[in-house]
Each structure stands twice: as structure tokens, then as C-alpha cells.
């Protein structure tokens, strides 16, 4: 079973750049989101989704963006890359509500010169 | 407001002590909660949850984890450590209402000496 899949693992941005980070799963789950991590933070959620069509905005929100057009699928968007986005990007992915665990990809360690 | 609170980033214990990690969250209704496990550049992993079936919850590599609702805390437990549990532990809750958000605590970094 793939679970949750992310790509790529690594990736060095120059500053304003634009990228896309993948994530798909393919255990028909409603729920998926964005997390990144930093050192003594945790995991702080950037953006949601409970269903294919249907996003919604995290803790850390900004600058980026989020399309949910299959259940599958849920990419993130970078759109103009600065050094407070380098981190290690986690994708997750549960069943709708209650007790259901989150599933994570292996992550993409981003970084922004 | 609601929050999750992990006491102690980082914890030393030698082989085949006891391992606490400590949870509390910050809530008048219980949470789910969840405790996951992340290995050096891995992704997270479960280690165990709470459903409300039972307040003493086992999970994988001997951990267990009791929910404690007078004292809004859900702490970690492994009674003899190994080497292997070096790693970081989340606690992650999910709060009723809303989107079913799982919110992370700012992780323990469990070291283990021979």
C-alpha cells in the first residue's frame, strides 16, 4: 500500500521563486492537509481540505495555496518563495472525523536561498 | 482557548528506564488524542490514540499513554527504554467541532543513553 505520497523529498528555491509540492493518497480518505515543521514548533497546519472542491486555511496560512480537485490529490503551491518558507513540508491524510488517525508522507525538505 | 501543551523539549534517560512524556491539553470538552512517534528524517508514525473506550490506552514498542480527565493530561509511558526509542514524540489532539484539525504540541525529544 503507497499510503501517502509526496514529492519531491528535497528541493532548493531561490528567493521568489514558484513551486508546487505534490501529495496524493489512495485510501479514499475526505480529509487532507498541509503541515510544516520547524524546530521547537511542531507541526503547524498551513491548509485543509474535507473534500474534493473544498479547502480551507490553517494556522499558517500565508503565502501559499492549496486546490482540491479529486479526492487523490492535494498540491501545495509556493507562489513567490522567501527564507521563512524553508522547512520540512508534511502532507497527511485521515478519515472525516473522530478518532481517525492522520497518515503522513515521508515529507519534503524545502529549502529558500 | 483550546490548546495542546507538551512539558519539556527535550528528555535523557538511560537504557532501561522509564520513559514520561508529558501531554496536557487545554479544553472543556475531552479531545481525541493521539500520540505519534517521528524517527530522524521519516515522516510520523502512530504510536497510539484515545477514543474514550478505556482511559489506559497500549500502543506500538511497549508504550501506553492514560488519559486523565481531572487533570486534562494524556502522558506517554514506557517502563523500560531502549536505545531504538531515541526519537521525537508528538502529542496531537483533535478538538469536537470544526474540520476534524489535528493540532500538534511542539514535540519531546526522547535521547537514550547506554
Known amino acids: 500500500n503507497a499510503g501517502v505520497t509526496q514529492t519531491p523529498k528535497f528541493q532548493v528555491l531561490k528567493t521568489g521563486q514558484s513551486m508546487t509540492l505534490q501529495c496524493a493518497q489512495d485510501?479514499?480518505?475526505?480529509?487532507m492537509s498541509w503541515y510544516r515543521q520547524d524546530p521547537g514548533m511542531g507541526l503547524r497546519l498551513i491548509h485543509y481540505?474535507?473534500?474534493?472542491?473544498?479547502?480551507d486555511q490553517g494556522e499558517v496560512p500565508n503565502g501559499y495555496n492549496v486546490s482540491r480537485s479529486t479526492t487523490e490529490d492535494f498540491p501545495l503551491r509556493l507562489l513567490s518563495a522567501a527564507p521563512s518558507q524553508t522547512s520540512v513540508y508534511f502532507c497527511?491524510?485521515?478519515?472525516?472525523?473522530?478518532?481517525?488517525?492522520?497518515?503522513f508522507g515521508q515529507g519534503t525538505r524545502l529549502t529558500v536561498v | 482557548a483550546q490548546s495542546v501543551t507538551q512539558l519539556g523539549s527535550h528528555v535523557s534517560v538511560s537504557e532501561g528506564a522509564l520513559v514520561l512524556l508529558r501531554c496536557n491539553y487545554s479544553?472543556?470538552?475531552?479531545?481525541?488524542l493521539f500520540w505519534y512517534v517521528q524517527y530522524p528524517n521519516q515522516g510520523l508514525q502512530l504510536l497510539l490514540k484515545?477514543?474514550?473506550?478505556?482511559?489506559l490506552v497500549k500502543g506500538i514498542n511497549g508504550f501506553e499513554a492514560e488519559f486523565k480527565k481531572s487533570e486534562t493530561s494524556f502522558h506517554l509511558t514506557k517502563p523500560s527504554a531502549h536505545m531504538s526509542d531515541a526519537a521525537e514524540y508528538f502529542c496531537?489532539?483533535?478538538?469536537?467541532?470544526?474540520?476534524?484539525?489535528?493540532?500538534f504540541g511542539a514535540g519531546t525529544r526522547l535521547a537514550v543513553h547506554p
Open positions: 497527511a491524510s485521515s478519515y472525516g472525523t473522530g478518532s481517525g488517525e492522520a497518515f
Open positions: 485510501m479514499n480518505h475526505e480529509y
Open positions: 481540505s474535507v473534500g474534493a472542491g473544498i479547502t
Open positions: 479544553s472543556s470538552v475531552p479531545p481525541y
Open positions: 484515545y477514543t474514550s473506550a478505556a482511559t
Open positions: 496531537a489532539v483533535r478538538f469536537s467541532g470544526g474540520y476534524n484539525k489535528l493540532i
